[in-house]
């Protein structure tokens, strides 16, 4: 049997469909933002879905657990982190339906051809280079930091991948919303649907997110917040549902 994991790496259970990842603990795991985008975003029958950025692939593997989507393609610049998420996608037997690219997302609409999908998806660096950057070239400054591609080459990418119609999802942080608003209408992505992501019901959201449509007309429908943690280390019903998980307790 061919050896999937390389030293340093785990394997990690999704909970969903008996999917499992590979991921890399010294290099970026993924987070709960991927997980929520994935929940977030509506693939329809038999759509092609592009993910920008797609890191060892958690979004495309959990969108193809939940969807009827045809086709799922993740693109990413970092070699080691698309060679996981190939071997990944290998383990779950999902070549038919997902395939990972190498590539640069300033370059996307050159690799796939414009007007190519219904649906793009991504989960990019948040910060500025310049904020709190310490390890300029390392994988995860590249993950959190706009080192390699910017909020505007992400925005303009997706614009030039969807077809007429089609739909963008994004996960960022509400501290650039103003930023994000202002790109997406620069390239006729109208934002349509938004929800914030709050840790604690009386905290701060610290998660946003946004799906935009192309070419669409203007109204914004702002969902009910999504509160994470009901208390210290006890997730939100909806959390888990999010997660396909059991909310502790209720087994019977």
């Known amino acids: 049997m061919e050896t999937i994991l390389r030293p340093g790496e785990r394997l990690d259970d999704l909970q969903r469909n008996g ?16 997980v929520l985008l994935s929940g977030f975003a509506r693939v329809r029958r038999g759509e092609r879905v592009i993910d920008l950025g797609t890191g060892t692939g958690i979004i495309p593997i959990l969108l193809a657990a939940r969807t009827e989507g045809a086709e799922f393609t993740g693109l990413e610049i970092q070699g080691e982190s698309a060679d996981m998420a190939r071997r990944s996608v290998r383990l779950n037997d999902l070549e038919e339906r997902i395939q990972i690219v190498d590539g640069d997302i300033r370059e996307a609409d050159r690799i796939f051809g414009a007007a190519c999908c219904q649906v793009v998806v991504s989960n990019p660096p948040y910060m500025i280079a310049e904020h709190g950057l310490l390890n300029g070239d390392g994988p995860l400054a590249i993950a959190r930091h706009e080192i390699l591609c910017t909020l505007e080459d992400v925005v303009a990418q997706a614009a030039r991948l969807l077809k007429p119609g089609g739909r963008f999802y994004l996960v960022h942080r509400p501290f650039r ?10 390239h006729r ?25 192309d070419g669409g007309r203007a109204g914004l429908t702002v969902e009910k917040p999504l509160i994470v943690y009901r208390e210290q280390g006890k997730y939100t019903d ?6 396909g998980k059991e909310r502790p307790g209720n087994r019977g």
Request: net charge negative; hydrophobic share 45%.
């Open 19 to 34: 999917y499992r990842i590979i991921q890399d603990p010294g290099r970026f795991c993924f987070g709960m933002d991927a």
């Open 177 to 186: 919303l103003a930023q994000i608003m202002t790109t997406l209408s620069a």
């Open 189 to 213: 992505l109208e934002p349509k649907r938004m929800r914030l992501v709050y840790p604690f019901i009386d905290k701060e959201p610290n998660m946003v997110l946004i799906e935009a449509l």
């Open 238 to 243: 909806e959390i888990y549902e999010i997660y």
